[in-house]
């Protein structure tokens, strides 16, 4: 087992607290991916030593949770957390401990975690702590609750939530009596804050298996039981989540099913939840209901809720014999109205496609041209967004002033939307974006104004 920086950066942290008479250990998820390789993301330490030992031990420290006996030291330029050994019970709300007592055994405090495979240590010097047989569910790749899973769920219920994002991640399944546990207990989500699934929906989106930590949400029925309603049609799609692994079984055809299938070749994490709202056909006041609910940024929901209005101009308007025309016209539209980012994005999950749909057709020994269709036309849209001459007003080659002096108007509500037009007119290729045509352009259009005003007040 090779030694990573962090892990070697952090050594020292545990030899001071050594020296000076306490056991120290790394433990948890950094002993785990320690273990099977994987780059570390945080190291957790324990200790026998209370809180008030541990600032002792240390000059710099920070009381980050006396309560629960975390510690941040800050060693060398690092932060490192430091938790005493403690052990827990009462727990309220089936989510936080009512009682934390320190205690010097580790293997007490090992116990009270929630699956095996985060209840290993490592000492100092490289031997493994694993009292709960953590190393040997993961060389079976079962995910299985410390002792008691139905008491394990009831004290903390976002375990049930985490289970399915460990067992997607590391591809494991889960134990069956811990799967049983969870549906038992799965009504308890309720109880837990939305911030909280939130953030575990999103690192199951980011991880490395993504479209099956959905399968395992949905098999659950554990999205039904959160604090907050979810939106219906998501809650609905439990059908077409668990037929993503039956590939043989699902038409080639099948837009939903194969927008689901670019989630784990999809790189960003903002791309995948669209393609979710997409599969799903959510409607884009439906993702930003889910985004809200989630807890997540004004940012990403409007950024999301943008893709799913692309995808359905472009899905309802933008039939396979349309004209090239008609076509382009429609994509300005929407490339104007939804702006680059979520064009780009979701062109970017259209581009998936045609090789899923080539690899099932070569399965199926099919040939329906569908593959070589899709990006023939994808092609031509991504031609034309590179083409684009201006996104918005602030790209035109005049601006409020000019047509105020040219036109002779006061400023009012009619500049923003002449303003607008001539953006549209750009962007359509109606007129090139240089000064003095734009100008003689709304000149023009300024007298059609006045002049349908004017036989509209004739008698």
């Not at 299938?261 to 393609?275: F, G, I, K, Q, Y």
């Not at 943008?306 to 359905?312: C, N, Q, S």
Request: one cysteine or more.
């Amino acid at each position: 087992m090779d030694w990573n920086k962090a892990l070697q950066g952090a050594l020292p942290v545990l030899q001071l607290l050594e020296s000076h008479g306490y056991e120290a250990v790394f433990v948890g998820g950094c002993v785990r991916d320690t273990w099977i390789g994987r780059e570390l993301k945080d190291v957790d330490i324990a200790t026998s030593a209370t809180p008030q030992q541990v600032m002792e031990v240390f000059p710099h420290t920070i009381p980050t949770g006396l309560k629960h006996g975390t510690v941040t030291v800050i060693q060398d330029g690092e932060a490192y957390e430091i938790t005493t050994y403690r052990t827990e019970s009462g727990y309220e709300q089936f989510r936080r401990p009512k009682e934390v007592a320190f205690v010097t055994s580790l293997e007490a405090d090992l116990e009270r975690r929630d699956f095996t495979i985060n209840a290993m240590a490592m000492r100092p010097d490289g031997t493994i702590v694993d009292p709960f047989g953590g190393m040997q569910d993961m060389e079976r790749r079962t995910l299985r609750c410390v002792g008691d899973s139905d008491a394990r769920f009831q004290e903390d219920a976002l375990r049930m939530v985490r289970a399915i994002r460990f067992a997607a991640e590391f591809g494991m399944s889960i134990a069956s009596d811990t799967w049983r546990a969870l549906i038992r207990h799965r009504t308890l989500l309720s109880y837990v804050a939305m911030e909280r699934v939130g953030a575990e929906a999103d690192k199951m989106m980011g991880g490395k298996n993504p479209l099956l930590a959905m399968r395992w949400m949905a098999a659950s029925g554990l999205l039904a039981h959160t604090k907050r309603e979810l939106p219906p049609r998501l809650l609905r799609a439990d059908t077409l989540l668990n037929d993503a692994s039956a590939s043989d079984e699902v038409n080639v055809s099948d837009r939903s099913f194969c927008i689901l299938n670019t989630v784990d070749a999809l790189p960003e994490v903002d791309n995948r939840w669209s393609a979710l709202c997409l599969a799903c056909s959510l409607t884009d006041e439906e993702t930003a209901e889910l985004f809200h609910q989630l807890r997540y940024s004004l940012a990403r929901m409007q950024h999301v809720s943008a893709v799913v209005r692309v995808h359905f101009r472009m899905r309802c308007k933008a039939t396979e014999g349309e004209a090239d025309g008609q076509l382009r016209l429609l994509w300005t539209s929407t490339l104007l109205s939804e702006g680059k980012q979520a064009s780009l994005a979701w062109l970017g999950i259209m581009r998936v496609i045609p090789a899923l749909l080539l690899a099932r057709q070569e399965a199926d020994s099919q040939d329906n041209g569908l593959p070589v269709e899709l990006e023939a036309r994808l092609d031509k849209l991504a031609l034309w967004l590179g083409e684009m001459p201006v996104w918005s007003v602030k790209d035109l080659a005049v601006g409020g002033r000019d047509l105020l002096q040219v036109l002779g108007r006061p400023a009012g509500p009619w500049m923003s939307g002449l303003l607008n037009d001539l953006v549209r007119a750009v962007a359509e290729r109606r007129i090139p974006n240089d000064r003095d045509q734009l100008l003689a352009y709304a000149a023009s259009m300024n007298e059609a104004v006045r002049a349908n005003r004017a036989d509209k007040e004739s008698p």
